[in-house]
C-alpha cells in the first residue's frame, strides 16, 4: 500500500475549548500535495465537531470510550475494518494509547499499521514516573512524586510550595499552598483517577515541541513554538515557532535518550534566572497544534504515515522561524440529518468526493 493511496483512520475529533488532535492531523495529510486516500474518523463523541466539519472526512465512525478495554477497542475496529478497510490508524489521545498499543500486533495482522509508541517508553513517560526516567536516562526534570494520600500535600517530602498539580492524563494547576494542593488533588483525582502527581515549580519561559521519533534515538523532525495565547486550561490559542540552538539539541538529546517512537509533544520549560532547561512533560502524540508544523514546512502527521506503512523517509532540515498561528471559533451550519445518523446508526459516510464537499454538506 502507497501512502498517498492509503485509507488512514485518525481519532480525536473534539474541537472545542480543549480540542483533541485529530481534526489539525487530519488537516496535515490533506495538506499533503501527492494524497489521494480518503480519511475516516473515529469519534467518541456524535456531536464532536470534526465528525460533520466540511472536507474533512470521508467517513465517520463511533467509538466505544477507552475505559471500554482494549477487547472492545479490538473488536469495533475489525467491524469497521469490514466495512471500510483501514490501511493505518493514528491515535491522537493519551487515554485511548495503552489500548491502541495492546491491540498493535492484531491490527498488523489485520492488516492495519501503527507508528506508536513502545508499551516500555508510554509507562516511563508517564507523569507518574516521570522523576525516575530523568534520574534513569539523565534528563533534567523538576523535582517531583506521584501522590495516592492527600495528607501528603501538607508537607511533601524534599519539595516546597509552590508546586504543580498534575492529572495523570491532563489538566495542572499551580499550588501555593497545602490547601490548594489539596483542592487540586481532590479536582484531578475524581476526573482523571490516582494517583496525582505533585512536581517543583521552575518559573522561566515554557515552549513546546511536537517531534516524530523513529524509535532508534533519531529525530524526523521537530517544530518548537512559543505560546502566545493561552486558554484558562493554559492550553495554546496561539503560537510562533522559535529557534533556539541550546533547545534544538536539548530537544535531540531528549529523543536519543528515550529513543522514542512514534509522535509526541515536548513542554520545556527555560528557567528564567539562569536560563537552564528541564523537560516538564512528555505527551505520547501530536498535540492539537500540530498543524504548525505544516506552516513551519514539516508535514509531521504525513511522515508519521510514511513511517506506519513502512516506507522509508529522509530527515527534516530546516523549519520555517516566525510562522504563527492563531485559533479562532466559528460557527458551522450542519444538516440535522447526519447528527441523527450519527446518533442512530454510529456512522456517517459521504458519497461524493471529498474536494466536491468543502463548499456544501456532504450526503449519508
Known amino acids: 500500500m502507497k501512502s498517498n493511496a492509503a485509507r488512514i483512520a485518525v481519532t480525536g475529533m473534539n474541537a472545542g475549548e480543549n480540542p483533541g488532535p485529530g481534526v489539525p492531523v487530519i488537516r496535515a495529510l490533506r495538506a499533503e500535495p501527492g494524497f489521494r486516500g480518503e480519511i475516516v474518523g473515529l469519534t467518541y463523541d456524535p456531536l464532536d465537531p470534526g465528525v460533520f466539519m466540511k472536507g474533512l472526512c470521508n467517513h465517520v465512525y463511533l467509538m466505544s470510550y477507552p475505559s471500554e478495554g482494549a477487547g472492545t477497542l479490538r473488536a469495533r475496529i475489525q467491524e469497521i475494518h469490514d466495512r471500510t478497510p483501514l490501511d493505518v490508524i493514528i491515535p491522537t489521545l493519551d487515554s485511548e494509547l495503552s489500548a491502541y498499543i495492546g491491540i498493535a500486533g ?23 514516573k516521570f522523576s525516575v526516567m530523568g534520574e534513569r536516562l539523565g534528563i533534567p ?9 492527600p495528607a501528603v500535600l ?3 517530602e524534599g519539595l516546597d510550595y509552590p508546586l504543580m498539580v498534575k492529572g495523570q492524563f491532563y489538566d495542572a494547576a499551580l499550588a501555593r499552598s497545602s490547601m490548594e494542593a ?10 482523571w483517577g490516582l494517583p496525582v502527581v505533585i512536581q517543583e515549580y521552575i518559573e522561566g519561559d515554557e515552549y513546546d515541541v511536537t517531534a516524530l521519533g523513529d524509535g532508534s534515538g533519531g529525530l524526523i523532525g521537530a517544530v518548537p513554538m512559543k505560546k502566545l495565547q493561552l486558554t484558562e486550561k493554559g492550553k495554546a490559542w496561539g503560537g510562533v515557532t522559535v529557534r533556539d540552538g541550546a533547545m534544538n539539541r536539548f530537544i535531540r538529546d531528549v529523543m536519543s535518550k528515550l529513543k522514542w517512537r512514534g509522535p509526541c509533544e515536548l513542554e520545556i520549560m527555560k528557567r528564567r534566572s539562569d536560563g537552564s532547561l528541564f523537560l516538564l512533560e512528555i505527551n505520547p502524540r501530536f498535540p492539537a497544534w500540530c498543524y504548525l508544523s505544516v506552516g513551519a514546512g514539516q508535514n509531521l502527521p504525513w511522515a508519521a504515515v510514511r513511517l506506519a506503512l513502512g ?3 529522509g530527515v527534516f532540515g530546516e523549519y520555517s522561524v516566525g510562522t504563527m498561528f492563531l485559533r479562532n471559533s466559528i460557527d458551522h451550519i450542519y444538516s440535522m440529518e447526519e447528527y441523527m445518523h450519527m446518533t442512530t446508526a454510529g456512522e456517517v459516510h459521504r458519497t461524493k468526493k471529498i474536494d466536491e464537499v468543502t463548499n456544501e454538506q456532504g450526503t449519508i
Do not use: C, N, W
Not at 182 to 191: D, I, K, M, N, P
Open 106 to 128: 492484531e491490527l498488523k495482522r489485520m492488516g492495519i499499521s501503527t507508528f506508536l509508541p513502545t508499551r516500555e517508553g508510554l509507562e516511563l513517560r508517564s507523569k507518574a
Open 141 to 149: 526534570v523538576p523535582r517531583g512524586m506521584a501522590v495516592t494520600d
Open 154 to 156: 501538607r508537607k511533601p
Open 182 to 191: 489539596e483542592y487540586h488533588f481532590r479536582r484531578l483525582s475524581a476526573q
Open 311 to 313: 516506507e522509508e523517509i
